[in-house]
């Protein structure tokens, strides 16, 4: 049957898209690709923190008094004891003066007690006992007189009543005598009132040094919150320090992380205010308890004192180094691919076709991971962006 020109036309348009057909479909699907690599490899965590210092102090008063004068300000590097803030003083300062006086009639009424009192009453006695010594003698006499009848009974009576008297003065001069001795009533007396007016004046003058408020440690003056002429109430902070040799980070990481952490892994920090200064840390904490509320685990970071353009409160960025690898082979994260199991695989361009391979990761790196088993550097592995499947022809149509 001889074919007609239209026919002719339609039969070459045919075939011609038959023929197209076949060679795009031997083409196969177009892909992204991904490129393995191999190299050093580092593990690590990363996250978010602040700096702290180990010591922050709240200078207030511990009552309320009148702000005389604030004797440094915020960026001041202060010594341990120096004076910060001096409060109105003037009662205070009376009342000290009165207490040391009370302390100074105190000792001098011990000083009495030893230069003049006691050995008044000492003298004293030795005088009552020579006036007893001379009315026995006039008492034992008299006695004798009478016996010999040249006296009446009424010269004994006096004499008795004379030596009785003697003998009661001794026993006064006695008893005075050892009251005002360095271990008598009197000496004990003017010791405990000398005790209680040393007390007295510690008290006054504590009371008096709380009124000039002293840094607790060397640091820096981070914050004031008054000025002078202001009325300083107890416990509300005047000035804020911090203080100590060591820096430290404070941050928090999911709990997913807590298996790849250690005491004393290094970390590698960098303050958002100063990206191009990267510093070293160590990790120093990790909390016994995850935050149940945010899933979370606190952590501290040791920093090395060197780096002084730190600040309290800064934001910083840490990564902190869990493992390494000197030779890893390593896939992008995004190229692994988990079947309906969890099992790990990819799929890798051989000869045009797609094939899955079976993986065995090893570290995770950001962005990246280490394949333990599975690829080889160079093998190219489509990444999950296309739709190709198993068996597949593919063809490539970029790589990164």
Same mark, same amino acid.
């Given at each position: 049957?001889?074919?007609?020109?239209?026919?002719w036309?339609?039969?070459?348009?045919l075939v011609?898209?038959?023929?197209g057909l076949?060679i795009f479909s031997r083409?196969?699907?177009?892909?992204?690709v991904?490129?393995?690599?191999q190299?050093?490899m580092?593990?690590?965590v990363v996250?978010?923190?602040?700096i702290?210092s180990?010591a922050?102090?709240?200078i207030?008063s511990?009552?309320t008094?009148r702000?005389e004068?604030?004797?440094?300000?915020e960026?001041?590097?202060?010594?341990?004891g120096q004076v910060l803030v001096?409060?109105?003083?003037?009662e205070?300062?009376?009342?000290l003066a009165q207490?040391?006086?009370t302390v100074t009639?105190?000792r001098g009424?011990?000083?009495?007690?030893?230069t003049?009192?006691?050995p008044?009453s000492?003298?004293?006695?030795e005088q009552a006992r020579a006036t007893?010594?001379q009315?026995?003698?006039?008492?034992?006499?008299?006695?004798?007189?009478?016996?010999?009848?040249?006296v009446?009974?009424?010269?004994?009576?006096e004499a008795?009543r004379?030596?009785?008297t003697?003998a009661?003065?001794?026993?006064?001069a006695?008893?005075?005598a050892?009251?005002?001795?360095?271990?008598g009533?009197e000496?004990?007396l003017?010791?405990s009132?000398l @005790?209680?007016?040393l +007390?007295a /004046?510690?008290? !006054?003058?504590?009371?008096l040094?709380q009124l000039?408020l &002293?840094?607790?440690a060397a640091g820096?003056?981070?914050?004031r919150?008054?000025d002078?002429?202001?009325?300083?109430?107890?416990?509300?902070a005047?000035?804020t320090?911090?203080?100590?040799?060591e820096?430290?980070?404070?941050a928090?990481?999911d709990?997913?992380?807590?298996g790849?952490?250690?005491?004393?892994?290094?970390?590698?920090?960098?303050?958002d205010a100063y990206p191009q200064?990267p510093?070293d840390?160590v990790?120093?904490?990790i909390a016994?308890?995850v935050?149940?509320?945010?899933?979370?685990?606190?952590?501290?970071l040791r920093?090395?004192?060197?780096?002084?353009?730190l600040?309290p409160?800064?934001?910083?960025s840490v @990564?902190?180094?869990t +493992?390494? /690898?000197?030779? !890893?082979i390593?896939?992008?994260?995004d190229?692994?691919? &988990?079947d309906?199991?969890?099992a790990?695989?990819?799929l890798v361009?051989r000869?045009g076709?797609?094939?899955?391979?079976?993986?065995?990761?090893g570290?995770?790196?950001?962005?990246?991971?280490?394949v333990v088993?599975?690829?080889v550097?160079g093998d190219?592995v489509?990444?999950?962006t296309?739709s190709?499947?198993?068996?597949?022809?593919?063809?490539?149509?970029?790589?990164?």
């Open positions: 049957m001889k074919l007609t020109r239209t026919q036309i339609l039969l070459t348009v011609a898209g038959i023929l076949t083409r196969g699907k177009a892909v992204e991904v490129v393995v690599t190299g050093p580092v593990q690590s996250t978010t923190g602040r702290a180990v922050r102090n709240d207030a511990q009552s008094a702000i004068a604030i004797l440094v300000r960026g001041d590097t202060v010594r341990a001096r409060l109105r003083d003037d205070a300062s009376a009342n207490a040391r006086a009639e105190a009424k011990i000083r009495q007690l030893a003049v009192q006691e008044v000492n003298q004293q006695l007893d010594t009315a026995v003698r006039e008492l034992e006499r008299a006695r004798d007189l009478l016996k010999q009848g040249f009446s009974q009424s010269r004994v009576d008795q004379a030596a009785d003697s009661a003065a001794v026993r006064a006695a008893t005075q050892a009251g005002n001795s360095s271990s009533a000496a004990a003017a010791q009132r @005790e209680q007016a +007390a /004046e510690k008290a !006054a003058a504590t009371r040094d000039s &002293r840094s607790p820096t003056v981070i914050s919150a008054a002078p002429g202001d009325t300083a109430q107890i416990g509300r005047i000035l320090l911090v203080s100590g040799d820096t430290r980070i404070e928090s990481v709990e997913k992380n807590l790849y952490l250690k005491l004393n892994q290094t970390a590698r920090a960098t303050a200064r510093f840390a990790l120093t904490f016994p308890a935050d149940a509320q945010r899933g979370t685990v606190d952590l501290k920093v090395d004192k060197a780096v002084d353009y600040r409160d800064m934001t910083v @990564e902190i180094i +493992a390494q /690898e000197p030779n !890893a390593k896939l992008p994260t190229a692994v691919r &988990r309906t199991n969890g790990v695989y990819a361009n000869d076709r797609a094939e899955k391979v079976s993986l065995t990761l570290l995770r790196g950001i962005g990246s991971s280490q088993k599975g690829l550097a190219r489509i990444t999950p296309t190709a499947d198993e068996g597949d022809r593919v063809r490539e149509q970029s790589q990164r």
